[in-house]
């Protein structure tokens, strides 16, 4: 048996795959990519005027953190929330909280996002009848 310093892996950039949310992700840390793990990190980048599809994730907490730009998240049962956050700034939603980011700043931002789950396609829940309440842009 192998120790666990042989699970040690570093993930190069390039790969990406599609979400539920509507955006393409820059893959990052997550059970495809490193094997049985209860967290994943990836990268969305967001170009200007995207919105994502709003969901949840069922028992799974998120961190956002903006790495760059500026970018709003709407957020709550009736998307009645909205938090503007500038580069540097991080977000934590709780588990089960309906929530979309909506890059309304005429300029791309970059988030990385944490998930305390081995994907962050585990367990989520889409909520399209929440999408109409999204500001368009």
């Not at 042989?6 to 495809?32: D, L, N, W």
Request: hydrophobic share 35%; aromatic share 6%; charged share 20%.
């Amino acid at each position: 048996m192998g120790s666990e310093a042989e699970r040690a892996k570093v993930i190069k950039p390039g790969q990406t795959y599609v979400g539920q949310q509507g955006f393409t992700y820059q893959a990052g840390v997550s059970r495809g990519t490193v094997g049985d793990t209860d967290v994943c990190m990836n990268v969305l980048p967001m170009p200007p005027g995207a919105r994502a599809k709003s969901h949840y994730h069922k028992d799974i907490d998120t961190i956002a953190y903006l790495m760059e730009g500026r970018c709003s998240v709407h957020y709550g049962e009736a998307m009645e929330h909205r938090a503007e956050l500038v580069a540097g700034e991080q977000m934590f939603m709780p588990r089960d909280v309906p929530h979309a980011p909506v890059n309304d700043s005429g300029a791309p931002c970059t988030w990385i996002v944490v998930h305390s789950s081995g994907d962050d396609q585990d367990d989520i829940v889409m909520t399209p009848e929440l999408d109409a309440l999204l500001p368009e842009v």
